[in-house]
Antibody, heavy 117, light 111 residues
């Protein structure tokens, strides 16, 4: 069974940093693009970032470009999102998603990031 | 970015009756590889989104056959042939042909 489990969400002050992790199982992690998607409270969905199988291609949404860094460790079946210079508007549930733009099919339960003073 | 516009945003339905949700994109979703990357997701209350339909009309494994997707180009539709209680939630369309974007969501509730 495909599983992706996020962790690392927390309350952080504006300007602070946070690192999210995603542990994957039930599929060959190194064969898939992986992505992060977020959902602000009571709002819609926003695609944050995607990373290719071997990390050779990475894409970011305009709202996080230059502040967030997506990375992966295929040996540990893990995906990461380093978030710097956090803003109040980054407050959201962050989902780890198996796949990229064309083929994202399984999402985790999400981890809540709250940016507030 | 490609703008995805759903309608209606709220859909009260009687149990057993059909439901239909429309999704329109601001530009054609036909990719240069010939595929159309239009997905439908269901988000039940308190849960994460679950993909129901990919590439316009393909049901994901385990999705009941009362769910169907159709459309082409810029106009797409998700239909539920007979709504059941477990179908309550918010439905999102998502395009993956370009940088992924989502519709606003349609809240399906029982009358």
């Amino acid at each position: 069974e495909v599983q992706v489990v996020e962790s690392g969400g927390a309350l952080v002050q504006p300007g602070g940093s946070l690192r999210l992790s995603c542990a994957a199982s039930g599929f060959t992690f190194s064969n898939y693009w992986m992505s992060w998607v977020r959902q602000a409270p009571g709002k819609g969905l926003e695609w944050v970032a995607s990373i290719k199988l071997d990390g050779s291609e990475i894409y970011y949404g305009d709202s996080v470009k230059g502040r967030f860094t997506i990375s992966r460790d295929n040996a540990k079946n893990s995906l990461f999102l380093q978030m710097n210079s956090l803003r109040v508007e980054d407050t959201a549930v962050y989902y780890c998603a198996k796949g990229g733009a064309h083929d994202s099919d399984s999402w985790g339960q999400g981890t809540l990031v709250t940016v507030s003073s | 970015d490609v703008v995805m516009t759903q309608s209606p945003l709220s859909l009260p339905v009687t149990l057993g009756q059909p439901a239909s949700i429309s999704c329109r994109s601001s530009q054609s979703l036909v990719h240069i590889d010939g595929n159309t990357y239009l997905n439908w997701f269901q988000q039940r209350p308190g849960q994460s989104p679950r993909r129901l339909i990919y590439q316009v009309s393909n049901r994901d494994s385990g999705v009941p056959d009362r769910f169907s997707g159709s459309g082409s180009g810029t106009d797409f539709t998700l239909k539920i042939s007979g709504v059941e209680a477990e179908d309550v939630g918010v439905y999102f369309c998502m395009q993956g042909t370009y940088w992924p974007t989502f519709g606003q969501g349609t809240k399906v509730e029982i009358k």
